[in-house]
């Protein structure tokens, strides 16, 4: 089965950089699409970026778009979120995810992935 391991959070200043990343193994297709999703104490779940597997398309909401990059390694098995010009207000578990079955473009509903990693905590703070 598919399996999502996250790695590369901790505790950063406002404005700083982090970049985390996503190891995943045991895809049977070729076409699949990751999506970063985020969710803060108290508040539901968001979408904050996907790519898909099969021509590399991106997506980013406003909150953070100019801010956030998604990036792939093939070779490695890696999707990668460059997140820039970080703010208190992206404090949260950031979780990867991998939708195996037809989406409509962009999916960033929970309910358009079948699979999700751990977690792990951003912290931005002073």
């Known amino acids: 089965q598919v399996q999502l391991v996250e790695s590369g959070g901790g505790l950063v200043q406002p404005g700083g950089s982090l970049r985390l990343s996503c190891a995943a193994s045991?895809?049977?297709?070729?076409?699949?699409?990751i999506g970063w999703f985020r969710q803060a104490p108290g508040k539901e779940r968001e979408g904050v970026s996907c790519i898909a597997s099969f021509d590399g398309s991106t997506y980013y909401p406003n909150s953070v778009k100019g801010r956030f990059t998604i990036s792939r390694d093939n070779a490695k098995n890696t999707v990668y979120l460059q997140m820039n010009s970080l703010k208190p207000e992206d404090t949260a578990v950031y979780y990867c995810a991998a939708a195996v079955s037809s989406v409509f473009w962009p999916p960033l509903g929970v309910y358009e992935y079948d699979y999700w990693g751990q977690g792990t905590q951003v912290t931005v703070s002073s």
């Open positions: 045991g895809f049977t297709s070729d076409d699949y699409v």
